[in-house]
């Protein structure tokens, strides 16, 4: 089974600063990496898929990269709607992993 | 839109079932997923059915306690959760599988879109 870790697991940021999460897969998973946000109390939503393309509706300040093992996804250009955690989940082969989450906060 | 219902208190030990109905979105031509998340948690993948039911595949956390399955002439998904535990105490959410392919790859790439808004599962005594 593939597991998937993300750091931080918690992160404080301003309005304006450029926020970089990392997800690192426990064996080669190509790019079939996507990553979630969820808001409190809400329902995720599917931010980015293979591991860099942007579902429709995600605003531009988020991008993702990465291949193989290691992935990042980044916002910009904080805004406090980005108040939320952000999971990654791999969709190489069942089952169909998640990584713990990374919470960010607004300073 | 994906709507659960089902969820509920239940003691340790017993079953239920919980449903997805899908509507104004199309259910008989894409693989769903069961995905929960307990209070206060990340999320977990649970299940996974193929769009015609040949392929079914389960976190280790519930193989053998649990089946996915689906009814296509209803656009209806099921959880039948059996021997429930404290531990199994979440919001459970329906998710299809979303296939799109990516300009410059000769893959399709898969994902959870849409999600439904969770029914609640409480196992306690």
């Known amino acids: 089974d593939i597991q998937l870790t993300q750091s931080p697991s918690s992160l404080s940021a301003s309005v304006g600063d450029r926020v970089t999460i990392t997800c690192r897969a426990s064996?080669?998973?190509?790019?079939?990496l996507n990553w979630y946000q969820q808001k409190p109390g809400q329902v995720p939503k599917l931010l980015i898929f293979?591991?860099?393309t942007l579902q429709n509706g995600t605003p531009s300040r988020f991008s993702g990269s990465g291949s193989g093992t290691d992935f990042t996804l980044t916002i910009s250009s904080l805004q406090p709607d980005d108040l939320a955690s952000y999971f990654c989940?791999?969709?190489?082969?069942?089952?169909?992993?998640f990584g713990p989450g990374t919470k960010v906060h607004l300073k | 839109h994906l709507v659960e219902s089902g969820g509920g208190v239940v003691q340790p030990g017993g079953s239920l079932r919980l449903s997805c109905a899908a509507s104004?979105?199309?259910?008989?031509?894409?693989?769903m997923n069961w995905v929960r998340q307990a209070p206060g948690k990340g999320l977990e993948w649970v299940a996974f059915?193929?769009?015609?039911?040949?392929?079914?595949y389960y976190a280790d956390s519930v193989r053998g306690r649990f089946t996915v399955s689906r009814d296509n002439s209803n656009n209806t998904l099921y959880l039948q959760m059996n021997s429930l535990r404290p531990e199994d105490t979440a919001v459970y959410y329906c998710?299809?599988?979303?296939?799109?392919?990516?300009?410059?790859?000769?893959?399709?790439?898969?994902?959870?879109?849409?999600w439904g808004q969770g029914t609640l599962v409480i196992v306690s005594s």
């Open positions: 293979a591991a860099s």
């Open positions: 064996q080669g998973i190509s790019n079939h």
């Open positions: 998710a299809r599988e979303g296939i799109s392919a990516v300009t410059g790859t000769a893959f399709l790439y898969n994902y959870f879109d849409p």
């Open positions: 989940q791999q969709s190489y082969s069942a089952p169909f992993s």
């Open positions: 104004g979105v199309s259910f008989s031509a894409y693989g």
């Open positions: 059915i193929r769009y015609d039911s040949v392929n079914k």
